[in-house]
């Protein structure tokens, strides 16, 4: 299994630029994907980034492309969500996911962090 920690969230304004930390422990397959959700309060949860572990492959949503960048340190065993140029509607509790899956889904992902907040005002 896997163990997933977030950290870095906070109060931040429009404009302003943050990074989001991953720390992974446990059992981590080389084909697993690492990926970034986020979920505004009374909204779903919504699919923001992914990563290979191995391969570096990313692939990031239409509505933070341009903005924000997923990246992983294997000699840490962290993947990072580099937020620049943060908006008001980037405000969320954002999660960190492992799993097998390629999809932007949320099913496929089996494993998650407990999440960490970011606050964007205006």
């Known amino acids: 299994q896997v163990q997933l920690v977030e950290s870095g969230g906070g109060l931040v304004q429009a404009g302003d630029s943050l990074r989001l930390s991953c720390a992974a422990s446990g059992r981590t397959p080389s084909a697993y994907f690492m990926a970034w959700f986020r979920q505004a309060p009374g909204k779903e949860r919504e699919f923001v980034a992914r990563i290979t572990w191995s391969g570096g492959s990313t692939y990031l949503a239409d509505s933070v492309k341009g903005r924000f960048t997923i990246s992983r340190d294997n000699g840490k065993n962290t993947v990072y969500l580099q937020m620049n140029s943060v908006k008001p509607d980037d405000t969320a509790v954002y999660y960190c996911?492992?799993?097998?899956?390629?999809?932007?889904?949320?099913?496929?992902?089996?494993?998650w962090g407990q999440g960490t907040q970011v606050t964007v005002s205006s």
């Open positions: 996911a492992a799993g097998l899956g390629a999809g932007t889904s949320a099913n496929y992902y089996g494993y």
